[in-house]
C-alpha cells in the first residue's frame, strides 16, 4: 500500500506478492471455516452462551424422618452470560433423619450438575451490604419473612457472623439488649459502643428495621430477644407474644414466628426473661426445633441455673451460647466495672467468656470505656456467635 495515498487506495502500479498471496489464502480458509458453521465469533456470541441449558434442580424434602433423597437447591440464578450461578452445595443431596430420641441426623450426597456454572464461596456479608438482608436466607410465610437455611446449606448465623482473627487468646463476647425499647438509649448502643460489641434487638421494640440497618451498618452483630414466661408471670410481664408454658406448641411457634419477622440479619434468639418456660421441656421442644431448622443459634442469658435451652441445643444440634455475667443487675458505674473485671477473669481462665447487659447509660459508658482497656490487655472482642457451640449433628 503506497503510503502517500488516500487511506483505502493501493497504487495502480502495485504487483501481486507473496504477502497478497498468503492474504488471499487466509480469507479464503477463513469463509470454508464461516461456511462451515465454526465461526469463532459465532461461537462465542451472547446468543450461543444463552443456549447453555439451566441446572434443573427440585427444593429441599421436608424435615421428616420419610423424607426422600432429592436434590436440596433452590432455582438457580442465570447470570447475563447464560452460565448459572450455584452455591458450593447446590445439586447436593439432603436428607434429614429424625431418631426415635429425637435428634436429627442430616447426610448430604452428592449428585450431578448439568453445564457450566459459577460456584459461590462467600459464607459471610460482604460489610458493603451488611445493612440489607441475604433473600437465600429467607422464608416467605404468612408471618413475614423468617430467617430459613438456604438450599446449599447456608445458615443465618454464619452468614451474618461478625468476622474474628480466629487467634486462640483470650476473647469476649458482650451483648447489649434491649435495642428498640428506647430511642434514645437504642441511638446511644449503636454509635458509642465500639462495632465489636453485639446487640441484642427487643422484638417489642419499636423501628427495629431502621436500628437494625443503622446497628448493622457499623458492624455490630445482632442477635433477637423474645419475651419468654418468668416464674412470678403475670405479676411480671415480659411483653405482648410472649412464650407462655401453657399454651399450644402451635401459639408459642405463631408467637415466634411473629417476633422473628420483625426485622432480618440476626444470628440467633436470645430469651427475655423466661426462667418458667426455659424450664418446660414440653414447651421449649417445638421452640427449639423451630430455631435449630431455621440456621439459628439460641443465646441464655444466664438468668436461670434450670434453662433447658443447653440440652436441646445438643440434643437436636444447633449453636447454643451461655452467658456467663449479668454486667449491669446493679445500676451503678463502679459495680459494672467489677462486674466487667469479673468476665475477664473468666475469660482468661477458660478461653473465652459472654457478658450481658442492656442499653442503659451507665452501662453503654462503662463498657466502652472498659472495652478498650481490655484491649489494649490483649483482650479479643468478638461477636457472641464466635463463642457458641456448634453442636452440630
Known sequence: M???????????DKK?????????????????VSLAGF?????L???????????????????????????????????AAG????????GAVLRRTTTPDGNVVTTFSPTGRQGPVIIGTASTQDPRLAGQPNEDLIELTDAGGLPAVSASGLRPVDFYARPWSGARGTRIAIVIGGIGLSQTGSQKAIRELPEDITLAFAATGNSLQRWMQEARRKGHEIVLQVPMEPFDYPANDPGRGALLAEKTAATNVANLHQAMARITNYTGIMN???????????????VMRDIGKRGLMF????????????DFAKAIGFPHAYADVMIDAQLDRQAILAKLDELERIARRNGQAIGVGAAF???IAAVAEWRNEAVARGIEFVGVSALANDNSP
Open 2 to 12: 503506497d503510503l502517500h495515498a488516500p487511506l483505502g487506495q493501493e497504487r495502480k
Open 16 to 32: 501481486p506478492g507473496k504477502g497478497s498471496s498468503a492474504l488471499s489464502s487466509l480469507a479464503a480458509a477463513l469463509a470454508v
Open 39 to 43: 465461526s469463532a465469533w459465532t461461537a
Open 45 to 79: 456470541s451472547p446468543a450461543n452462551l444463552r443456549a447453555v441449558p439451566p441446572i434443573n434442580l427440585t427444593p429441599a424434602p421436608p424435615e421428616t424422618a420419610e423424607a426422600p433423597d432429592t436434590p436440596a437447591s433452590r432455582e438457580p440464578q442465570q447470570e
Open 83 to 90: 452460565i448459572v450461578r450455584s452455591g458450593p452445595n447446590d
Open 272 to 286: 427475655y426473661m423466661g426462667a418458667r418456660f426455659l424450664a418446660d421441656d414440653k414447651a421449649m421442644d417445638p
Open 299 to 310: 443465646l441464655d442469658d444466664g438468668s436461670t441455673a434450670r434453662s433447658l435451652s443447653g
Open 361 to 363: 447509660d451507665e452501662t
